[in-house]
């Protein structure tokens, strides 16, 4: 996985997956998340060690952006670099040393608290109250980041949130089986974020849609990314979209 630009999270036990985006980028002023009943010392301490990681992992991410649009303009005659002597793989940087840490602990996290992140889900998604609030508060981020208008606005409120409720309810669907589809999870993850791709182009335009996918890689990339682990499955090709 070296050197897949990734924004990992603080998302344990709290209504994590389908509401990602506002636990981690989030308006400047988003509601507070309601505090796990169960909540423990040791987890508030693991989410305080987890939310230090998230800001080396931004470091993660920048520096991928950084190196692929550094390979993107380059010549295309350039010198390659030479390798080391007698052709051997050069050692790995501290930068990509720690993100690898990072990456492999997160998991760790995630596969542990597995049972709890699950009952987080479940309670999330069946909570109405709390999807609506979902729609709004991505429908405004939409707005903010994309300067759609309020016709817009208003015609990608119904799509985007006839689409979601759709994806949320198959999601439910398929965390009531027993045992839970998590593969089916991730799949509906992944319809999730090509739904507003696909509705943001047809909507607001092909500009509006860039720059939505542009902001929403970090969110994106930690949904999938949980979706993956639930589901046993690598993160290499599984969190793409």
Known sequence: ??????ALGCALVVSVAFNVRSLVKGDPKPPAPK??????VDETDSAA????????????????RDAARKAASADSSAKPVAAAPGGEKQPPTQMETLCEKAKRTLREDWERDKDKIVAGLNKSLADKSEQDKVIAFDLLRMQAVTGMSESTRS????????ARRARVASSAAALAKN???????????????????TLMKRIAGPAAAESWRNEQTGSRTVLL???ATLAGQDWDESIKF
């Open 49 to 64: 060690e987890l939310a230090s990681l998230q800001r080396r992992l931004d470091s993660c991410e920048k520096r991928g």
């Open 155 to 162: 015609e990608m409120e119904k799509a985007y949130g006839d």
């Open 35 to 40: 505090p796990c009943p169960t909540a423990t």
């Open 1 to 6: 996985m070296r050197g897949l630009p990734i």
């Open 225 to 227: 990314a949980l979706l």
């Open 179 to 197: 045992p839970p589809d998590y593969a089916a999870l991730l799949n509906e993850g992944r319809g999730l974020i090509s739904d507003e791709d």
